[in-house]
């Protein structure tokens, strides 16, 4: 039996929540991105981690608005749609 990947869930969870199939690409980039960036899979991820990689992004990689809109709205999508986390949790 083969083994789900995190990846791969997200994948399923944003189809059937009907997000649009030209945004879901983007998600798993953004998600891949903060798990290549600390090394551990998102759930091992604090909210306090989520911050400092927030922070990051704006002042070490200087992303744009829309990069930053993206990344947060792809991890706001997956700690909710696949770790079933209130937005209270993960942010905290």
Known sequence: ???????E???HELFTSRV???TVPGYIRHLSELVWH?????DQILGAELRE????LVFERKCTYYKMRGTISALRAFF????HYSEARYWN
Do not use: A, D, G, S
């Open 1 to 7: 039996m083969k083994t789900i990947t995190v990846y």
């Open 9 to 11: 869930q997200f994948e």
């Open 20 to 22: 649009f199939t030209e």
């Open 38 to 42: 600390f090394q551990r899979l998102p």
């Open 53 to 56: 990689y927030l922070m990051y």
């Open 80 to 83: 909710r749609f696949v770790l």
